[in-house]
C-alpha cells in the first residue's frame, strides 16, 4: 500500500510585513518629537579683564536669599515661609528706591530696597546639604518674579505676554513665518532690557 505524502504547511509571504514595519519606522522617525532635557537657564557674566575693578553694588540693590540644610529659607536674615518668595522678590525688583522706573507702579520707593529692576540684585545661596527639591521650589520662585513683571510690562505695551513672545521667537516652527521673529525679538530684548534677570547664586556652604 503507498504511503500518503504529507503536503507541506503553506508558507506566509513575510516579505511585505517587513516592508510595512520599515516604512512604520521611518515614519515615526520622522513625525516623532523626541523631548531634551534642558537645565536651569542662567546666562552668565563675561569674563572681566584681571586689571579691571569690579564695580561698586550697593547694599540696598542686593536681596539675600538663603536656603539652609534643613531646607529653612531665610530673606535678609529672616525665615520665610516659601509661598511668600515671589511676593517679596517682585516687592524688591520694582522698589523703584530712586525714582528712575517709570514704569515701576507699585514700587514702595523704600530707602531701604532697590533703586531699579536694572540695578536690583538677587543673590541665592544655600547648603551643601538642602534638597533638590526644596532648590528647584526656591529657583521656580525667584524666576517667576521675573517673568510676572515681563508678563505685565509686554501686556501693556503690546498686548501679548513676555512668555508667549519668547515662546514664539525660540520656536523652530517661527522661522517659516517671514518676519515673525524679526518683529518680536525687538520687543523680547526690551522687555528683558527692562527687567534683567540678575540672579547671582553663591557656591554651596556646608553648615
Known amino acids: 500500500m503507498a504511503r500518503r505524502l504529507k503536503k507541506a504547511p503553506p508558507e506566509v509571504n513575510a516579505g ?14 520622522v513625525t516623532t518629537t523626541i523631548g531634551v532635557d534642558q537645565g536651569i537657564s542662567r546666562k552668565l557674566p563675561s569674563i572681566q579683564p584681571p ?3 569690579p564695580p561698586e553694588i550697593n547694599e540696598r540693590n542686593i536681596l539675600t536669599v538663603l536656603v539652609n540644610k534643613n531646607d529653612q529659607l531665610m530673606v535678609e536674615e529672616m525665615p520665610m515661609d516659601i509661598k511668600d518668595l515671589r511676593e517679596s522678590a517682585i516687592k524688591f525688583l520694582e522698589n523703584n528706591g530712586d525714582g528712575s522706573c517709570a514704569y515701576c507702579p507699585g514700587g514702595e520707593r523704600s530707602s531701604e530696597s532697590s533703586d531699579s529692576p536694572k540695578e536690583a540684585i538677587i543673590s541665592l545661596s544655600n547648603d551643601s546639604e538642602t534638597s533638590y527639591e526644596m532648590y528647584i521650589k526656591v529657583q521656580n520662585e525667584l524666576v517667576a518674579a521675573y517673568y510676572f513683571l515681563r508678563d505685565r510690562e509686554a501686556q501693556k505695551k503690546y498686548g501679548v505676554t513676555f512668555r508667549e513672545m519668547e515662546y514664539v521667537v525660540a520656536d523652530p516652527a517661527s522661522r517659516a513665518k517671514k518676519g ?10 526690551e522687555i528683558q532690557d527692562l527687567f534683567p534677570q540678575r540672579l547671582s547664586e553663591a557656591e554651596p556652604k556646608r553648615q
Do not use: G, H, W, Y
Not at 16 to 29: G, N, R, V
Open 180 to 189: 515673525l521673529v524679526e518683529r518680536l525679538e525687538p520687543k523680547v530684548k
Open 16 to 29: 511585505s510585513m517587513a516592508d510595512i514595519a520599515f516604512l512604520l519606522l521611518i515614519f515615526f522617525l
Open 51 to 53: 586689571d579691571k575693578n
